[in-house]
């Protein structure tokens, strides 16, 4: 697929294809029981702090959400020659670190022989899997900050306790994230900064976010990924900036601006903002976000189009990955789409297809309503004249689902770890039946002027509308293609087979890619027809075969 009309070419990913599954190692050290990832929320819960018999917390930074492989050129690694060849983890912190599970064959996680095996045994001939970049990879990180003004540890919880181990050299953080840290650790120890004590709910720094934009299109293409820069988001233990040690949040980051902004000798930090939690539970952030240093909007070129993620939007930790994801998707949408993104997020998914012009409209619909902000910024830069309708509400895709996918011809879901909702998987079977009948009777985009339903309503009065030029979809329109996208092959699994089960879907396209080079988990785009098309498709190979 040609990229949209203006836009650079698409970059190509490294795929490798695999049609006989290579066999993977097991993980290395079997003593480890990782606790699974937590869901791609903007929020993290950690769980509550442990007696030792407790189990362990998971991962501040979700080791299961949402990347993919390499769609602009690999980068070269700054820190090591052989970063991208070498397929060992080669990191100082492992064992310790509950970051990553496995130290070696980076470019096999121990579970994609069973996902190869899994989509050969459903007829899938397609089947491939990107390896991506194997160190360097993350682009954002949330960490915990703890310790003392003189010692801070800033990291990860080590397996199975609350203690949070010190991650200065960590192998999968883009290396201006490993840069940041440095500095932040720095100021912490000149200021005084008192890091956050979880069991007395005292002191001031509790987390740091780190998310780095690899989009700067003054220096040339290939030096952008190793250049990138950070924008930092600093959790603090106060309501907000009027508090009592505020005076001491301000110092630390005219100490970080000065020591990494633009006018220092590194210039490696895009942005300061804070962030305000005094909550005694495990969420991460709290409501009150303040920009303070540097430009507000966090631009990051994602399938062909300039996307701006606030602090407070979920976004994937692997930024090259997850454009090859988006490189591959679009080229599973069909020209004149009415295309439907449940589980959007800020839309980036959404936008990146509307703008391949193929689409007449795209809906994104999302549960956090932080990311309307991004979705705004990110879809006033489009194209102008897309000739697609493009609209995102602020909703939950679990409540009366078929409302979203009547008019929709496309369905893409890429929903939190533990999969779809059960609702949107009834949805999906019966829309994709007879009994779409029922649903076409109930005809809600039939009846929009007469719609009493709260939750409807509330989403429209949210709803976002971009490049209205088109007419509305017609309820005639049923999905033909489902475009699942998972972060968590257990679910993915389940949701797959009761799909194909009740005979609503075939799965037809599969491919894995390496979000998180180091753990056993994996992405996975596939792509479902509705069976009836499907099974259309089958009878005319036959009848051309028997012919022969
Ligand atoms: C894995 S993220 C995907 C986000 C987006 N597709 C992206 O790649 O940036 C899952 C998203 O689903 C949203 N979500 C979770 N439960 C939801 C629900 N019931 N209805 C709508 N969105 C939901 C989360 O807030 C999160 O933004």
């Not at 490798?16 to 699974?36: A, D, E, F, Q, S």
């Not at 579970?111 to 050969?120: G, M, P, R, S």
């Not at 110092?251 to 902004?261: D, F």
Request: charged fraction near 25%.
């Amino acid at each position: 697929m040609p990229p949209p009309a203006g836009l650079p070419p698409w970059p190509t990913p490294s795929t490798t294809r695999l049609t006989t599954p290579t066999p993977t190692r097991p993980p290395p050290r079997t003593t480890h029981v990782r606790p699974p990832p937590p869901p791609p929320y903007t929020r993290v819960r950690i769980p509550p702090p442990p007696p030792a018999t407790t189990p362990p917390p998971p991962r501040l930074e979700p080791a299961a959400p949402k990347p993919a492989a390499v769609s602009t050129p690999l980068p070269p690694a700054t820190v090591s020659a052989t970063a991208s060849s070498s397929t060992c983890l080669d990191c100082v912190h492992f064992g310790k670190c509950s970051g990553c599970t496995h130290e070696v064959d980076l470019d096999k996680p121990p579970v994609l022989q069973e996902v190869a095996n899994f989509f050969k045994g459903h007829g899938v001939g397609d089947f491939t899997f990107s390896r991506g970049r194997l160190s360097q990879w993350r682009c954002r990180a949330k960490l915990a900050v703890r310790g003392t003004p003189e010692n801070p540890l800033i990291g990860l919880y080590q397996e199975g306790t609350h203690d949070v181990i010190d991650i200065p050299e960590c192998r999968a953080h883009h290396p201006s994230i490993n840069a940041a840290v440095k500095l932040l650790r720095q100021g912490i120890t000149e200021l005084g900064i008192q890091p956050f004590d979880e069991d007395a709910g005292t002191g001031e720094l509790r987390y740091v976010q780190m998310a780095v934009t690899t989009y700067n299109t003054s220096i040339p293409v290939d030096k952008r990924y190793e250049q990138g820069k950070v924008q930092i988001s600093l959790v603090w233990n106060s309501r907000d900036e009027r508090s009592q040690n505020a005076e001491k949040l301000i110092s630390l980051i005219e100490y970080l601006w000065r020591n990494g902004g633009p006018k220092s000798s590194v210039h490696l930090i895009h942005s300061i903002w804070a962030n305000f939690q005094t909550s005694t539970s495990n969420i991460i952030f709290g409501h009150k976000w303040r920009h303070l240093k540097g430009e507000r909007d966090l631009w990051e070129r994602y399938g062909g189009v300039d996307i701006s993620l606030d602090p407070c939007s979920f976004g994937q930790a692997n930024t090259l990955s997850f454009n090859s994801l988006l490189h591959k998707l679009n080229k599973y949408v069909p020209r004149g789409s009415t295309v439907v993104d449940l589980y959007s997020g800020a839309g980036v998914i959404g936008l990146s297809v509307a703008a391949s012009r193929k689409c007449r409209s795209v809906k994104c619909v999302e549960i956090n309503k932080q990311s309307k902000m991004s979705f705004e910024t990110s879809a006033s830069r489009l194209p102008a004249n897309l000739g697609c309708t493009i609209t995102w509400h602020n909703t939950d895709a679990s409540v009366e689902p078929v409302h979203w996918l009547e008019g929709s011809s496309v369905v893409i879901v890429d929903p939190p770890r533990k999969g779809l909702h059960p609702s949107v998987i009834s949805a999906l079977q019966k829309v994709a039946l007879s009994e779409r009948k029922a649903y076409k009777a109930k005809s809600s985009l039939a009846k929009v002027k007469d719609e009493k339903r709260p939750w409807i309503l509330r989403a429209r009065e949210a709803a976002v509308h971009v490049d209205s030029t088109t007419t509305e979809e017609g309820s005639e329109t049923w999905p033909e293609t489902l475009i699942y996208i998972s972060c968590g092959w257990e679910s993915f699994k389940k949701d797959c087979k009761s799909l194909i089960s009740s005979k609503a879907w075939q799965l037809e396209n599969a491919h894995a890619f390496n979000f998180f080079p180091g753990t056993d988990s994996i992405e996975i785009l596939a792509i479902f027809k509705r069976e009836s098309e499907a099974g259309q498709k089958k009878k005319k190979k036959a009848k051309k075969k028997k012919a022969k």
